[in-house]
């Protein structure tokens, strides 16, 4: 069974969710700050203004765009692979960390671990103030490995 994310963060003002420009499907809303933080190659002007989203189909290249397509960032231009892409090479449940959805499968099925804390431990590290930043949807990682944690114990793939 296949999980997709399903998380869709509204801009508070406004409410307005935006189409990808190559898929045409409607993106998640995320931080600019997140978009800055990622991004490969740094520009000099700020980007506190404009509003982002990222793409959430699992077969397009496109990561994040800005609500007027004024910035456009592929996949190859940002420095996480996202999850939920197809071709992602590693599937991070944890970008922080480097824990990835096969670890915390290991984890659970193998170490019978059951909670984050569990999951932290067996790999022997604890950084989760960086979550914000690394996380391409600019949100703590926490709250997804707890559900693929639930996941997993169903016995589902754990891919969200
Ligand atoms: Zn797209």
């Known amino acids: 069974m296949m999980w997709r994310r399903k998380r869709i963060i509204r801009d508070g003002k406004t409410k307005k ?4 420009p190559i898929c045409g499907k409607t993106g998640a809303l995320v931080a600019s700050k997140t978009v800055e933080y990622l991004m490969i190659n740094k520009i000099d002007e700020s980007l506190s203004l ?4 990222l793409c959430m ?3 397009c290249e496109m990561a994040y765009y800005s609500a007027d397509y004024g910035y456009i960032l592929l996949q190859r231009d940002i ?3 996202i999850d939920f892409k197809n071709d992602a090479d590693i599937k991070y449940a944890c970008y922080c960390n480097e824990i990835t959805i096969d670890d915390i499968r290991h984890a659970v099925l193998k170490e019978y671990a059951s909670t984050v804390k569990d999951i932290f431990r067996f790999k022997g590290k604890v950084i989760v103030e960086k979550c914000k930043l690394n996380n391409p949807f600019g949100c703590s990682c926490i709250a997804d490995i707890n559900k693929m944690i639930e996941e997993i114990k169903l016995g589902n793939s754990g891919i969200l």
């Open 57 to 59: 189909s699992p077969d």
């Open 17 to 20: 969710t935006y189409r990808c």
């Open 50 to 53: 404009e509003i982002f989203s």
């Open 79 to 81: 420095k996480v692979p």
